[in-house]
């Protein structure tokens, strides 16, 4: 199980190098530079995280000042916070990524590599040789929302997620909990929220189908 749940990690990230609007072939890819692509493209993403969650701080200290400030019942503080809760969670977030993805190459450098980035590649294979049936089929049961409308990294688990479903025969509660897992490396609360929603409805549907 930690073979696959790293395939699946490594495959989120390559997926994450591929444009969404001109897609390349999975076997063009040089796993190495891709991996190291990705790497550097989470630690941005991690960067602005912390800036904005610097951000919220300031808005929380201000906040916290202002009612300071003011005498009698104030609307100041509740804001203050709202704002410090926001940046804890954000904090939160960022902290969690960055160890996730400090931790991949160490992990990839002691499990079994080949049968890890095999498992990987098999995964973005499925992706981006099935993606247009897979978009079509997730925004089917998307209820009023767009994929196209979701960060990058929630399609892309979500993609996933339908390839362990449906070509990798991983049962059901397995690849829901997987994608949630990604979810809570890379995404927040509202992603996984919607990750979990809409993987269940794609499984009733496609159950329904079946039956």
């Given at each position: 199980m930690a073979t696959r749940s790293l395939a699946r990690e490594l495959a989120l990230l390559v997926l994450g190098q591929v444009s969404d609007q001109k897609p390349i072939p999975a076997a063009n890819l040089a796993m190495d530079s891709v991996l190291e692509q990705a790497l550097d493209s989470l630690m941005q993403h991690w960067r602005e995280s912390l800036d904005a969650s610097a951000a919220e701080l300031e808005q929380a200290q201000q906040s916290l000042l202002d009612s300071e400030l003011q005498s009698g019942e104030s609307a100041a503080l509740p804001t203050g916070q709202d704002h410090l809760r926001s940046c804890l969670t954000m904090a939160e977030q960022v902290l969690n990524g960055l160890s996730a993805s400090l931790e991949l190459p160490r992990l990839l450098m002691l499990g079994d590599q080949e049968q890890i980035r095999h498992g990987a590649m098999d995964r973005v294979s499925c992706v981006l040789n099935k993606r247009d049936r897979i978009d079509a089929e997730l925004?089917?049961?998307?209820?009023?929302?767009?994929?196209?409308?979701?960060?990058?990294?929630d399609r892309d688990i979500l993609r996933l997620a339908v390839v362990d479903l449906r070509d990798l025969g991983t049962p059901a509660p397995v690849a829901f909990s997987e994608a949630v897992e990604l979810a809570n490396r890379y995404s927040d609360e509202q992603g996984r929220r919607m990750i979990n929603g809409v993987l269940r409805r794609f499984h009733d549907a496609a159950s329904k189908a079946v039956g």
């Open positions: 925004d089917s049961v998307m209820e009023g929302w767009r994929l196209s409308r979701l960060p990058r990294l």
